[in-house]
């Protein structure tokens, strides 16, 4: 069973950093997964914050413009992990960011971790 498994998130002030981790475990085939982060503030849709290719592909990232030069997304298929360096964080940013894995027409996500940003 695919599990996708989300850490780092918390409460962080304005302008600071916070690294976001997804572990995924099982048959995920993690090395060629289309692998995303996505976000949902309160009373808003989820919103796909920044998505890396598999290897296959090259690994190539994309951003949301809203956090173009303050986030980095990157993966290490060794240890099928994910990551998402935030940096200068704004309030705005603020919800529950969830961790994505598209792999063999099959969509996987995480449970969640919850990232609050204090002005």
């Known amino acids: 069973q695919v599990q996708l498994v989300e850490s780092g998130g918390g409460l962080v002030q304005a302008g600071g950093s916070l690294r976001l981790s997804c572990a995924g475990s099982?048959?995920?085939?993690?090395?060629?997964?289309?692998m995303g982060w996505y976000r949902q503030a309160p009373g808003k849709q989820r919103e796909l914050v920044a998505s890396?290719?598999?290897?296959?592909?090259?690994?190539?990232?994309n951003y949301a413009d809203s956090v173009k030069g303050r986030f980095t997304i990157s993966r290490d298929n060794i240890k099928n992990t994910m990551y998402l360096q935030m940096n200068n964080l704004k309030p705005e940013d603020t919800g529950v960011y969830y961790c994505y894995a598209g792999v063999l027409s099959n969509d996987y996500w995480g449970q969640g971790t919850q990232v609050t940003v204090s002005s």
């Open positions: 890396i290719s598999g290897i296959t592909r090259g690994g190539s990232t």
């Open positions: 099982g048959s995920i085939f993690f090395s060629i997964a289309t």
